[in-house]
C-alpha cells in the first residue's frame, strides 16, 4: 500500500489541476464574450450616468472653464420648482394612459388576429407597419392629423355635423397629453401585438378544447387561459410601456415642444430646455438623474412584484 500511495496521490492532483484548467478555460471563453458588452455598456451607459450624477453636484452652464461645487442644492431647488413637479405629473399620466390603451387593446387584438384564417399575415403587416415607422415622421404625420382646420379628424366632425367636438387638439390643455399618448399608441401598437402573438403561439391548444368541451365562452377561455399563460408576456409588454412613457422624448418634442404652457412638458423635454435654451447644465443633469431614479425604481419594484406573484 505504501508504494501505491504517491501514484494514487500524484494522479489525484493532476486531475485537480485539469479541473482547475478546465475552469480557467470556462471562464476565460465567458470573458471574451461578456468584455466587449461589458466595456460598451459601462462606457456609453454607466459611465455617462456616473458623469451626470457628477454634473448635478456642480452649477455649471455647460461653457464655462470654471465650475462652483454645490452639493445638493440642485436638487433642493428640484423640490421648490413648478414646471419640474408638473412635468413629472404628465410622466406619470402618460404612464396610466399608456397602460390603458395599449396593454389590453393589443392583447385583444392579437387575439383577433391569431383567429383569423386567411389573410393572417397582411393584418400583422399592417399593424406592425406604425412601428417600422421614425418617431419623427409619426410626429409629422400626426401634427397634420390633429390640425384644426386641415386635419381629417376635424374635417370629419364638422361634416357629420358635429362642430363642436371639433377642437385643436395639441393645443387645448386638457387634450394634448391625451392627444400624444394616442399617436404614440399607434406607433408602439405593432411591436406590442407581435409579442402577444408570439406569446399565444406557446399556449397548449388543448386547454381551449378542455374549456369547449365544459361549455366556457370566449370571454370567459379569455380570461382564466389566455390572460394567465401570457402572464410573461404581459408583465415583458407592461415594463416596455411603463420605462418608454417616463423617458419619452421624441414625439412629444416633434409635435408641441411641452406646450402649450407646459402642459404637455415632460421630464425628458424639460431637461433638454434647460440644458440647451437656457443653459443650466448641472440643473438639468439633476432633472436626468431624478427621472433616472425614478425609472429604475419602476423597474426594480416591477419585477419584485412580478417574481413574488410567479
Do not use: C
Not at 496521490?9 to 476565460?28: A, G, Y
Not at 400583422?124 to 410626429?139: I, K
Not at 418608454?244 to 404652457?261: E, N, R, S, V
Amino acid at each position: 500500500m505504501s508504494l501505491t500511495t504517491p501514484s494514487v496521490n500524484s494522479n489525484f492532483k493532476e486531475q485537480i489541476k485539469m479541473k482547475r484548467k478546465s475552469r480557467w478555460k470556462k471562464r476565460l471563453v465567458l470573458i471574451s464574450f461578456l468584455a466587449p458588452t461589458l466595456v460598451l455598456y459601462g462606457l456609453f451607459m454607466l459611465y455617462p450616468m456616473v458623469d451626470a450624477f457628477r454634473y448635478s453636484l456642480f452649477d455649471w452652464n455647460g461653457t464655462s472653464a470654471t465650475m462652483n461645487f454645490v452639493g445638493l442644492d440642485n436638487y433642493a431647488a428640484l423640490t421648490e420648482d413648478a414646471i419640474f413637479g408638473k412635468a413629472l405629473m404628465h410622466n406619470l399620466w402618460w404612464v396610466v394612459l399608456s397602460l390603458i390603451l395599449m396593454v389590453i387593446p393589443t392583447l385583444v387584438l392579437a387575439v383577433l388576429i391569431s383567429k383569423v384564417k386567411k389573410g393572417r399575415t397582411f393584418f400583422r403587416a399592417a399593424f406592425f407597419l406604425p412601428s417600422v415607422l421614425s418617431l419623427a415622421v409619426v410626429g409629422v404625420l400626426w401634427s397634420k392629423i390633429y390640425n384644426p382646420t386641415m386635419g381629417p379628424i376635424n374635417i370629419f366632425l364638422e361634416a357629420i355635423g358635429l362642430d363642436v367636438l371639433a377642437f385643436n387638439w395639441l393645443g387645448e390643455p386638457l387634450l394634448v397629453i391625451p392627444a400624444l399618448v394616442i399617436a404614440s399608441t399607434w406607433a408602439f401598437y405593432g411591436l406590442y401585438m407581435i409579442l402577444f402573438l408570439a406569446g399565444l403561439q406557446s399556449i397548449d391548444i388543448q386547454m381551449y378544447e378542455a374549456a369547449d368541451i365544459d361549455g366556457a365562452g370566449p370571454i370567459r377561455k379569455f380570461w382564466y387561459i389566455t390572460i394567465p399563460s401570457l402572464r410573461n408576456t404581459m408583465n415583458v409588454v407592461i415594463s416596455m410601456v411603463i420605462i418608454h412613457a417616463l423617458k419619452g422624448f421624441a414625439l412629444i418634442w416633434i409635435m408641441t415642444q411641452g406646450g402649450p404652457f407646459y402642459m404637455s412638458e415632460v421630464v425628458s423635454t424639460l431637461v433638454y430646455k434647460t440644458a440647451f435654451s437656457m443653459n443650466q447644465v448641472s440643473y438639468a443633469a439633476a432633472q436626468s438623474v431624478v427621472l433616472g431614479i425614478i425609472i429604475i425604481t419602476f423597474t426594480i419594484a416591477f419585477n419584485i412584484y412580478r417574481e413574488r406573484t410567479e
